[in-house]
């Protein structure tokens, strides 16, 4: 009977661990974003050298923030990763490296995680409507707006997604279809059309 009941409390024990676990994760994550988009909003307001014509070693250059996105509607809000392997997308949004850079003219690509263990990221981005506002922040201060023109489901390898663009446009895309497809959204400079 004894043994019984160890048993068993150490059954709910296990249970109790195995659904605190990802809720510790969440908070962790949610603190290191945090940590990240701080850092960005102090890297930019210090961006004057320091003694000896150095510049500020912050995590900015450390870890390779490069902006940050947000998109109201969804409450999102992290710091887009200079890259879009593994590191990167475990911390927040990548920026694919063969696009065009944040706030720059042609088709700059950002990709982020759909229900990661790391965090929610992209997770809810299907639910987003066309004309919804879109911000995107480099690391220079200049805070781009754009809005939801089209969304659509591809292919994995679709070229549409990172196609060459001579206009500014902000492709962003997740996985769709439990990894199988890929689900984005092409936003337009605000007031602009394509």
């Not at 048993?7 to 195995?18: M, N, V």
Request: a negative charge; glycine letters at 10%.
């Amino acid at each position: 009977m004894r043994d019984r009941k160890k048993k068993g409390i150490g059954l709910i024990l296990i249970g109790i661990a195995i659904f605190a676990v990802p809720f510790f994760l969440r908070i962790s994550e949610q603190n290191r974003t945090d940590q990240y988009l701080e850092n960005f909003k102090e890297d930019e307001d210090e961006s004057e050298e320091t003694a000896g014509g150095k510049k500020k070693e912050t995590i900015l250059s450390d870890e390779g923030v490069i902006g940050i996105i947000e998109i109201p509607e969804l409450d999102l809000k992290y710091p887009v990763f200079e890259g879009a392997g593994v590191a990167q997308l475990n911390e927040g949004i990548g920026h694919m490296t063969n696009t065009s850079g944040l706030c720059e003219e042609g088709n700059c690509v950002l990709a982020g995680h759909n229900g990661s263990r790391r965090g929610i990221y992209f997770t809810y981005l299907c639910n987003v409507k066309s004309g919804e506002v879109v911000k995107l922040t480099n690391k220079k201060g200049e805070m781009h707006e754009y809005t939801v023109a089209e969304t659509r489901v591809v292919n994995p390898y679709d070229s549409w997604v990172t196609e060459e663009r001579e206009e500014e446009v902000l492709t962003l895309f997740t996985c769709a279809s439990h990894g199988t497809r890929r689900f984005v959204c092409r936003c337009l400079p605000a007031g602009g059309d394509e």
